[in-house]
């Protein structure tokens, strides 16, 4: 199920307290670059000298998500969605070293970029509205 996500659901503190199966979870992870590169995918500019979170709901209003549990339901729903919908796969990588954060890393499926195997945290599916 994808959901629409508002910006208060991520930086809101009072709201901060998503499961991990839940998209806001993971889009907080999110950098201000990683933010840009949101909105890059789907062709909008904006200055990197705004603010992360005017960036994030720009970003924000051109997206679906959903939580993904491993790389079989990630490629089911990629095979569902690909004729009608553009999208990307963030996938969170931890480093041996720090098991404390994910590093998001941007999956473009349609041009054949690979799913990660080791240290994969979760996954987030963004389809374009």
């Known amino acids: 199920m994808f959901l629409t996500i508002q910006a208060n659901q991520i930086f809101d ?3 901060a307290q998503a499961p991990e199966s839940h998209p806001s979870y993971w889009l907080a992870q999110l950098r201000k670059a990683d933010w840009l590169r949101l909105l890059e995918f789907v062709d909008v500019k904006m200055s990197a000298k705004a603010r992360k979170q005017i960036i994030a709901e720009a970003a924000l209003q051109h997206f679906e998500f959903t939580y ?4 079989g339901e990630v ?5 569902e969605l690909r004729r009608d919908h553009r999208t990307l796969v963030i996938q969170f990588r931890h480093s041996e070293a720090d098991w404390t954060r994910g590093t998001p890393e941007f999956v ?3 041009k054949n970029e690979p799913l990660g195997f080791v240290n994969i945290a979760g996954r987030l599916f963004c389809k374009v509205k």
């Open 75 to 79: 490629w089911q729903m990629w095979n």
């Open 68 to 71: 993904c549990e491993g790389r």
């Open 13 to 15: 503190l009072r709201m």
């Open 108 to 110: 473009d499926l349609d």
